[in-house]
């Protein structure tokens, strides 16, 4: 009964870029494929579309509520083996006897559809609701623990290199004089006493996308699960990333370009570039004006792909 309650609710998330992400990352309809970012299922569902008998697809998403969804979205499919595990972790949840040989990872990053439009999931600030932005039960600190507990210099960090917010100092000290702050709405009116004017709504995005970023550890485990990549793509095997904001897309960018976050390109004895993997996309892929007239929530939206090149870097 508590699971048909759950699906009542549950917000559908629009594949963003389907089309071209899937265009992109199928490459073998006979092979082995990993949606690390199941969601409502949208984008497996359009895979393994493309695939024939034979071909497999690991759907991993660490959210619940997602894999109800996904469930009745793809339907009884034996080629879907589902997930349920955190992707920065993907070297441990997909079986060792696939290491080396997964055709392609899919990566949809951000914030689903349905964790924003579910106030007690505490993503949102246009709905009231508790301070969590966890996105699993798995997940340790809460978004109320980072706002009620840390210390100014580390609440402000949070909001200046997550949230890219040039008012971190004042808000973050407003933040703390306001404390305790239970919900949304509090913490929504405790950084509109900082920011005025038509930049406000910005400014509060930005907060909660420093503290949503913080509560997951989002960048580093988006790091780990880039590395992990290497190991479980083949040769040729390739990895399509959607990003929303520019901390994840100059990480993604960095690491197709060269194998590393900073982006610097190692050579042999001759110039050659030596890097285990290559950008295959020469300019980022972005939604058409049509697809964000139907999804306004894939404006942001960059899409990057990379193919492992098999090069040895040990």
């Known amino acids: ?23 992109h990352l199928v490459t073998d309809t006979s092979g082995i494929y990993i949606d690390g970012t199941l969601g409502g299922g949208g984008h497996s569902k359009e895979i393994l579309l493309r695939l024939d008998g034979n071909g497999v697809l690991y759907g991993v998403d660490q959210d ?22 955190n992707f920065g972790y993907l070297s441990t949840l997909i079986p060792a006897e696939h290491h080396g040989k997964i055709d392609g990872i899919l990566l949809d990053l951000g914030v689903s ?20 932005m966890r996105m699993s039960d798995m997940s340790g600190v809460s978004a109320y623990q980072v706002v009620n507990d840390y210390p100014y210099e580390k609440l402000r960090d949070v909001i200046f290199h997550y949230g ?3 008012l971190s100092r004042e808000i973050a000290r407003e933040i703390i004089a306001q404390r305790p702050i239970e919900t949304t709405g509090e913490l929504r009116n405790a950084i509109e006493n900082v920011v005025y004017g038509r930049h406000t709504i910005k400014s509060v995005a930005r907060v909660f996308q420093g503290i949503r970023i913080e509560v997951n550890r989002e960048l580093d485990v988006l790091k780990q699960v880039l590395k992990a990549s290497l190991e479980l793509l083949r040769p040729g095997g390739r990895i399509v990333a959607i990003s ?58 960059k899409m990057r792909v990379a193919e492992k090149t098999g090069e040895d870097t040990a």
């Open 1 to 23: 009964m508590l699971k048909e309650i759950k699906m009542t609710t549950y917000h559908p998330h629009i594949p963003v870029l389907l089309q071209a992400s899937v265009d």
């Open 244 to 301: 929303y904001h520019s901390l994840e897309d100059r990480l993604v960018k960095n690491f197709f370009r060269s194998g590393n976050f900073e982006g610097k390109v190692e050579k042999d004895f001759y110039g050659n570039p030596l890097s285990p993997i290559r950008m295959i996309t020469r300019h980022i892929i972005v939604p058409s004006e049509e697809e964000i007239e139907r999804n306004p929530a894939a404006r942001s939206a």
């Open 164 to 166: 890219e917010e040039r």
């Open 113 to 132: 559809t349905h964790q924003i439009r579910d106030p007690e999931r505490g993503f949102s600030f246009q709905h009231d609701g508790p301070l969590d």
């Open 64 to 85: 619940s509520e997602a894999h109800e969804a996904a469930a009745l979205n793809i339907g009884d499919d034996d080629r879907f083996v589902p997930v349920t595990g």
